[in-house]
């Protein structure tokens, strides 16, 4: 809707910007025409209400000009005046004496007004009265606009606003600057550090699936492919663990029957400068394949802690009866052993528990054991006897071991209390080689190196013994007949 301030009038017509009639440019109102009165005759209301009952200056001063007439000396003063004055036009009227004006800022309060005849007071008080309603429709007008745009309920858009104003107006607003968001930072996992790792160092990360980064400052283990990579951070080198298959699947069974045989870790160094442990394993175009004799014990967690590594020379080691001189060697076979289980039981799921390879001995040579090869399967069991006995001492199944030597030995303990207190702080007895002397099908005789670990105050005691031991066949079982060791 459009308002015509000059006419007064609205015109609903909002294509138009000037009033038809006299040519002023239009005010859009957002509103209806209704409201528009309703706010008028709410203004009017209050300026007259307004008027009447404080400004009373106007009101008064008519009284005044009432009073004035009626007095009769104002009546000689004013035919004085008249005589006085000389000039008179031919109508008879002054025309030297002009009829006063309300003050323009219709402030009358204390004011004299001084009028000199009855005509000019008549004038006088048209002009006031005229004052007073031009004064009611400004008030009026103004009331209404303000209403309008300052109580908020009512939108005025001015269609004389010119172009030159706009882009002026646009000129002055301050260009929005884009500033790009900061990309979110995603912390990385253990898994992208470990893969990180080996390709800053050259190695293939992409296909590991399980990791134990982050538990140990020592290294830590990688897994993919059905393959275990063990990464030496302090020693900065990496090793594959050529038989993981193996090593799962026996760990799985040993832990399961709480039986700590020994494991064989075959591990691939790669290309290496030859040091100390050079003549461990083999190499084959200048990489190094180093296979680890580990005895160890479980922990609580299915950790493993070892108790004594051994290596031995060639691709089929006959027997494991060297040290390890490299003490970086050492840590790749501990990082396998105490970090195995933390791979988590999705990597240990892929692999099925294993058949004992000992078979109540010790490894076949297929399994990389530590005996010469005999075909005689009856000798066979001669030394899977010796190895049990020591395995029940082990286990503290001390009356089994007795009962695996033959008659006469057991009268050479004297007796079974006599035998049991000479393992009363024996917590292993592990034969780490063994050497084929002599064997036939009614005794066998070896020669075998021995690992004793004994409790000694709150700590542990390891010694190694090297023996011999005789064995013979009674009706189809073979006993242990004398032991004679010394120790290293």
């Known amino acids: 809707m459009n308002y015509c301030p000059k006419c007064n009038k609205y015109v609903e017509d909002d294509t138009l910007r000037f009033c038809e009639d006299c040519g002023t440019p239009f005010i859009r109102l957002k509103t209806e025409k209704a409201e528009i009165d309703k706010a008028n005759n709410q203004i009017v209301a209050r300026t007259v209400e307004e008027i009447q009952e404080n400004d009373t200056s106007v009101n008064g001063a008519l009284q005044q000009m009432e009073t004035l007439e009626s007095n009769p000396q104002l009546e000689a003063k004013q035919q004085v005046m008249e005589k006085e004055s000389p000039a008179v036009n031919q109508n008879g009227t002054d025309i030297n004496i002009e009829p006063p004006s309300l003050p323009k800022d219709n402030n009358l309060h204390g004011k004299e007004i001084v009028v000199l005849n009855s005509e000019h007071i008549s004038e006088n008080k048209k002009f006031g009265m005229g004052v007073i309603a031009g004064l009611v429709a400004a008030l009026v007008m103004g009331g209404a606009f303000f209403f309008i745009t300052n109580n908020g309920k009512k939108e005025v858009t001015d269609n004389t606003t010119t172009r030159q104003e706009e882009v002026t107006h646009q000129k002055k607003e301050t260009p929005k600057v884009l500033v790009p968001e900061k990309p979110k930072v995603v912390p990385k996992t253990n898994m992208d550090l470990a893969k990180e790792y080996l390709m ?70 790669g290309k290496e400068v030859r040091d100390k442990d050079a003549n461990a394993g083999y190499w084959e175009n200048g990489n190094h394949y180093l296979p680890i004799y580990a005895l160890y014990d479980f922990k609580p967690d299915g950790s493993m ?184």
């Open 200 to 269: 800053q160092r050259g190695y293939d990360g992409s296909h590991i699936t399980a990791t134990t980064y982050g538990l140990s400052n020592k290294g830590f283990l990688c897994y993919g492919n059905k393959m275990i990579t063990v990464v030496d951070t302090k020693n900065s080198q990496v090793a594959y663990l050529l038989n993981t298959d193996e090593v799962i699947g026996e760990y799985k069974l040993f832990r399961k029957n709480n039986d700590n045989k020994p494991l064989i870790l075959k591990f691939f160094l």
């Open 305 to 488: 802690e070892h108790g004594g590594l051994y290596t031995g020379g060639g691709r089929n080691p006959s027997h494991y009866h060297s040290y390890l001189y490299e003490m970086k060697n050492v840590d790749i076979a501990d990082i396998v052993l105490t970090q195995l289980v933390k791979l988590g039981p999705g990597v240990l799921s892929e692999f099925p528990v294993a058949k004992d390879p000992y078979n109540g001995g010790l490894k076949s040579e297929q399994k990389q054991q530590n005996i010469s090869s005999v075909n005689n399967n009856n000798n066979v069991g001669a030394r899977n006897t010796f190895i049990s006995f020591h395995q029940a001492i082990t286990n503290g199944q001390l009356r089994t071991a007795f009962n695996i030597l033959s008659p006469d030995y057991q009268k050479f303990m004297q007796s079974y209390d006599h035998f049991a207190r000479g393992y009363t702080t024996t917590l292993r007895s592990d034969i780490v080689d063994l050497k084929v002397l002599h064997e036939d099908n009614y005794s066998a005789t070896y020669a075998y190196t021995l690992k004793a670990v004994d409790r000694e105050g709150n700590g542990q005691k390891i010694q190694f013994f090297a023996g011999k031991a005789k064995l013979i066949n009674i009706n189809g079982r073979w006993r242990i007949d004398s032991t004679e060791a010394k120790r290293l």
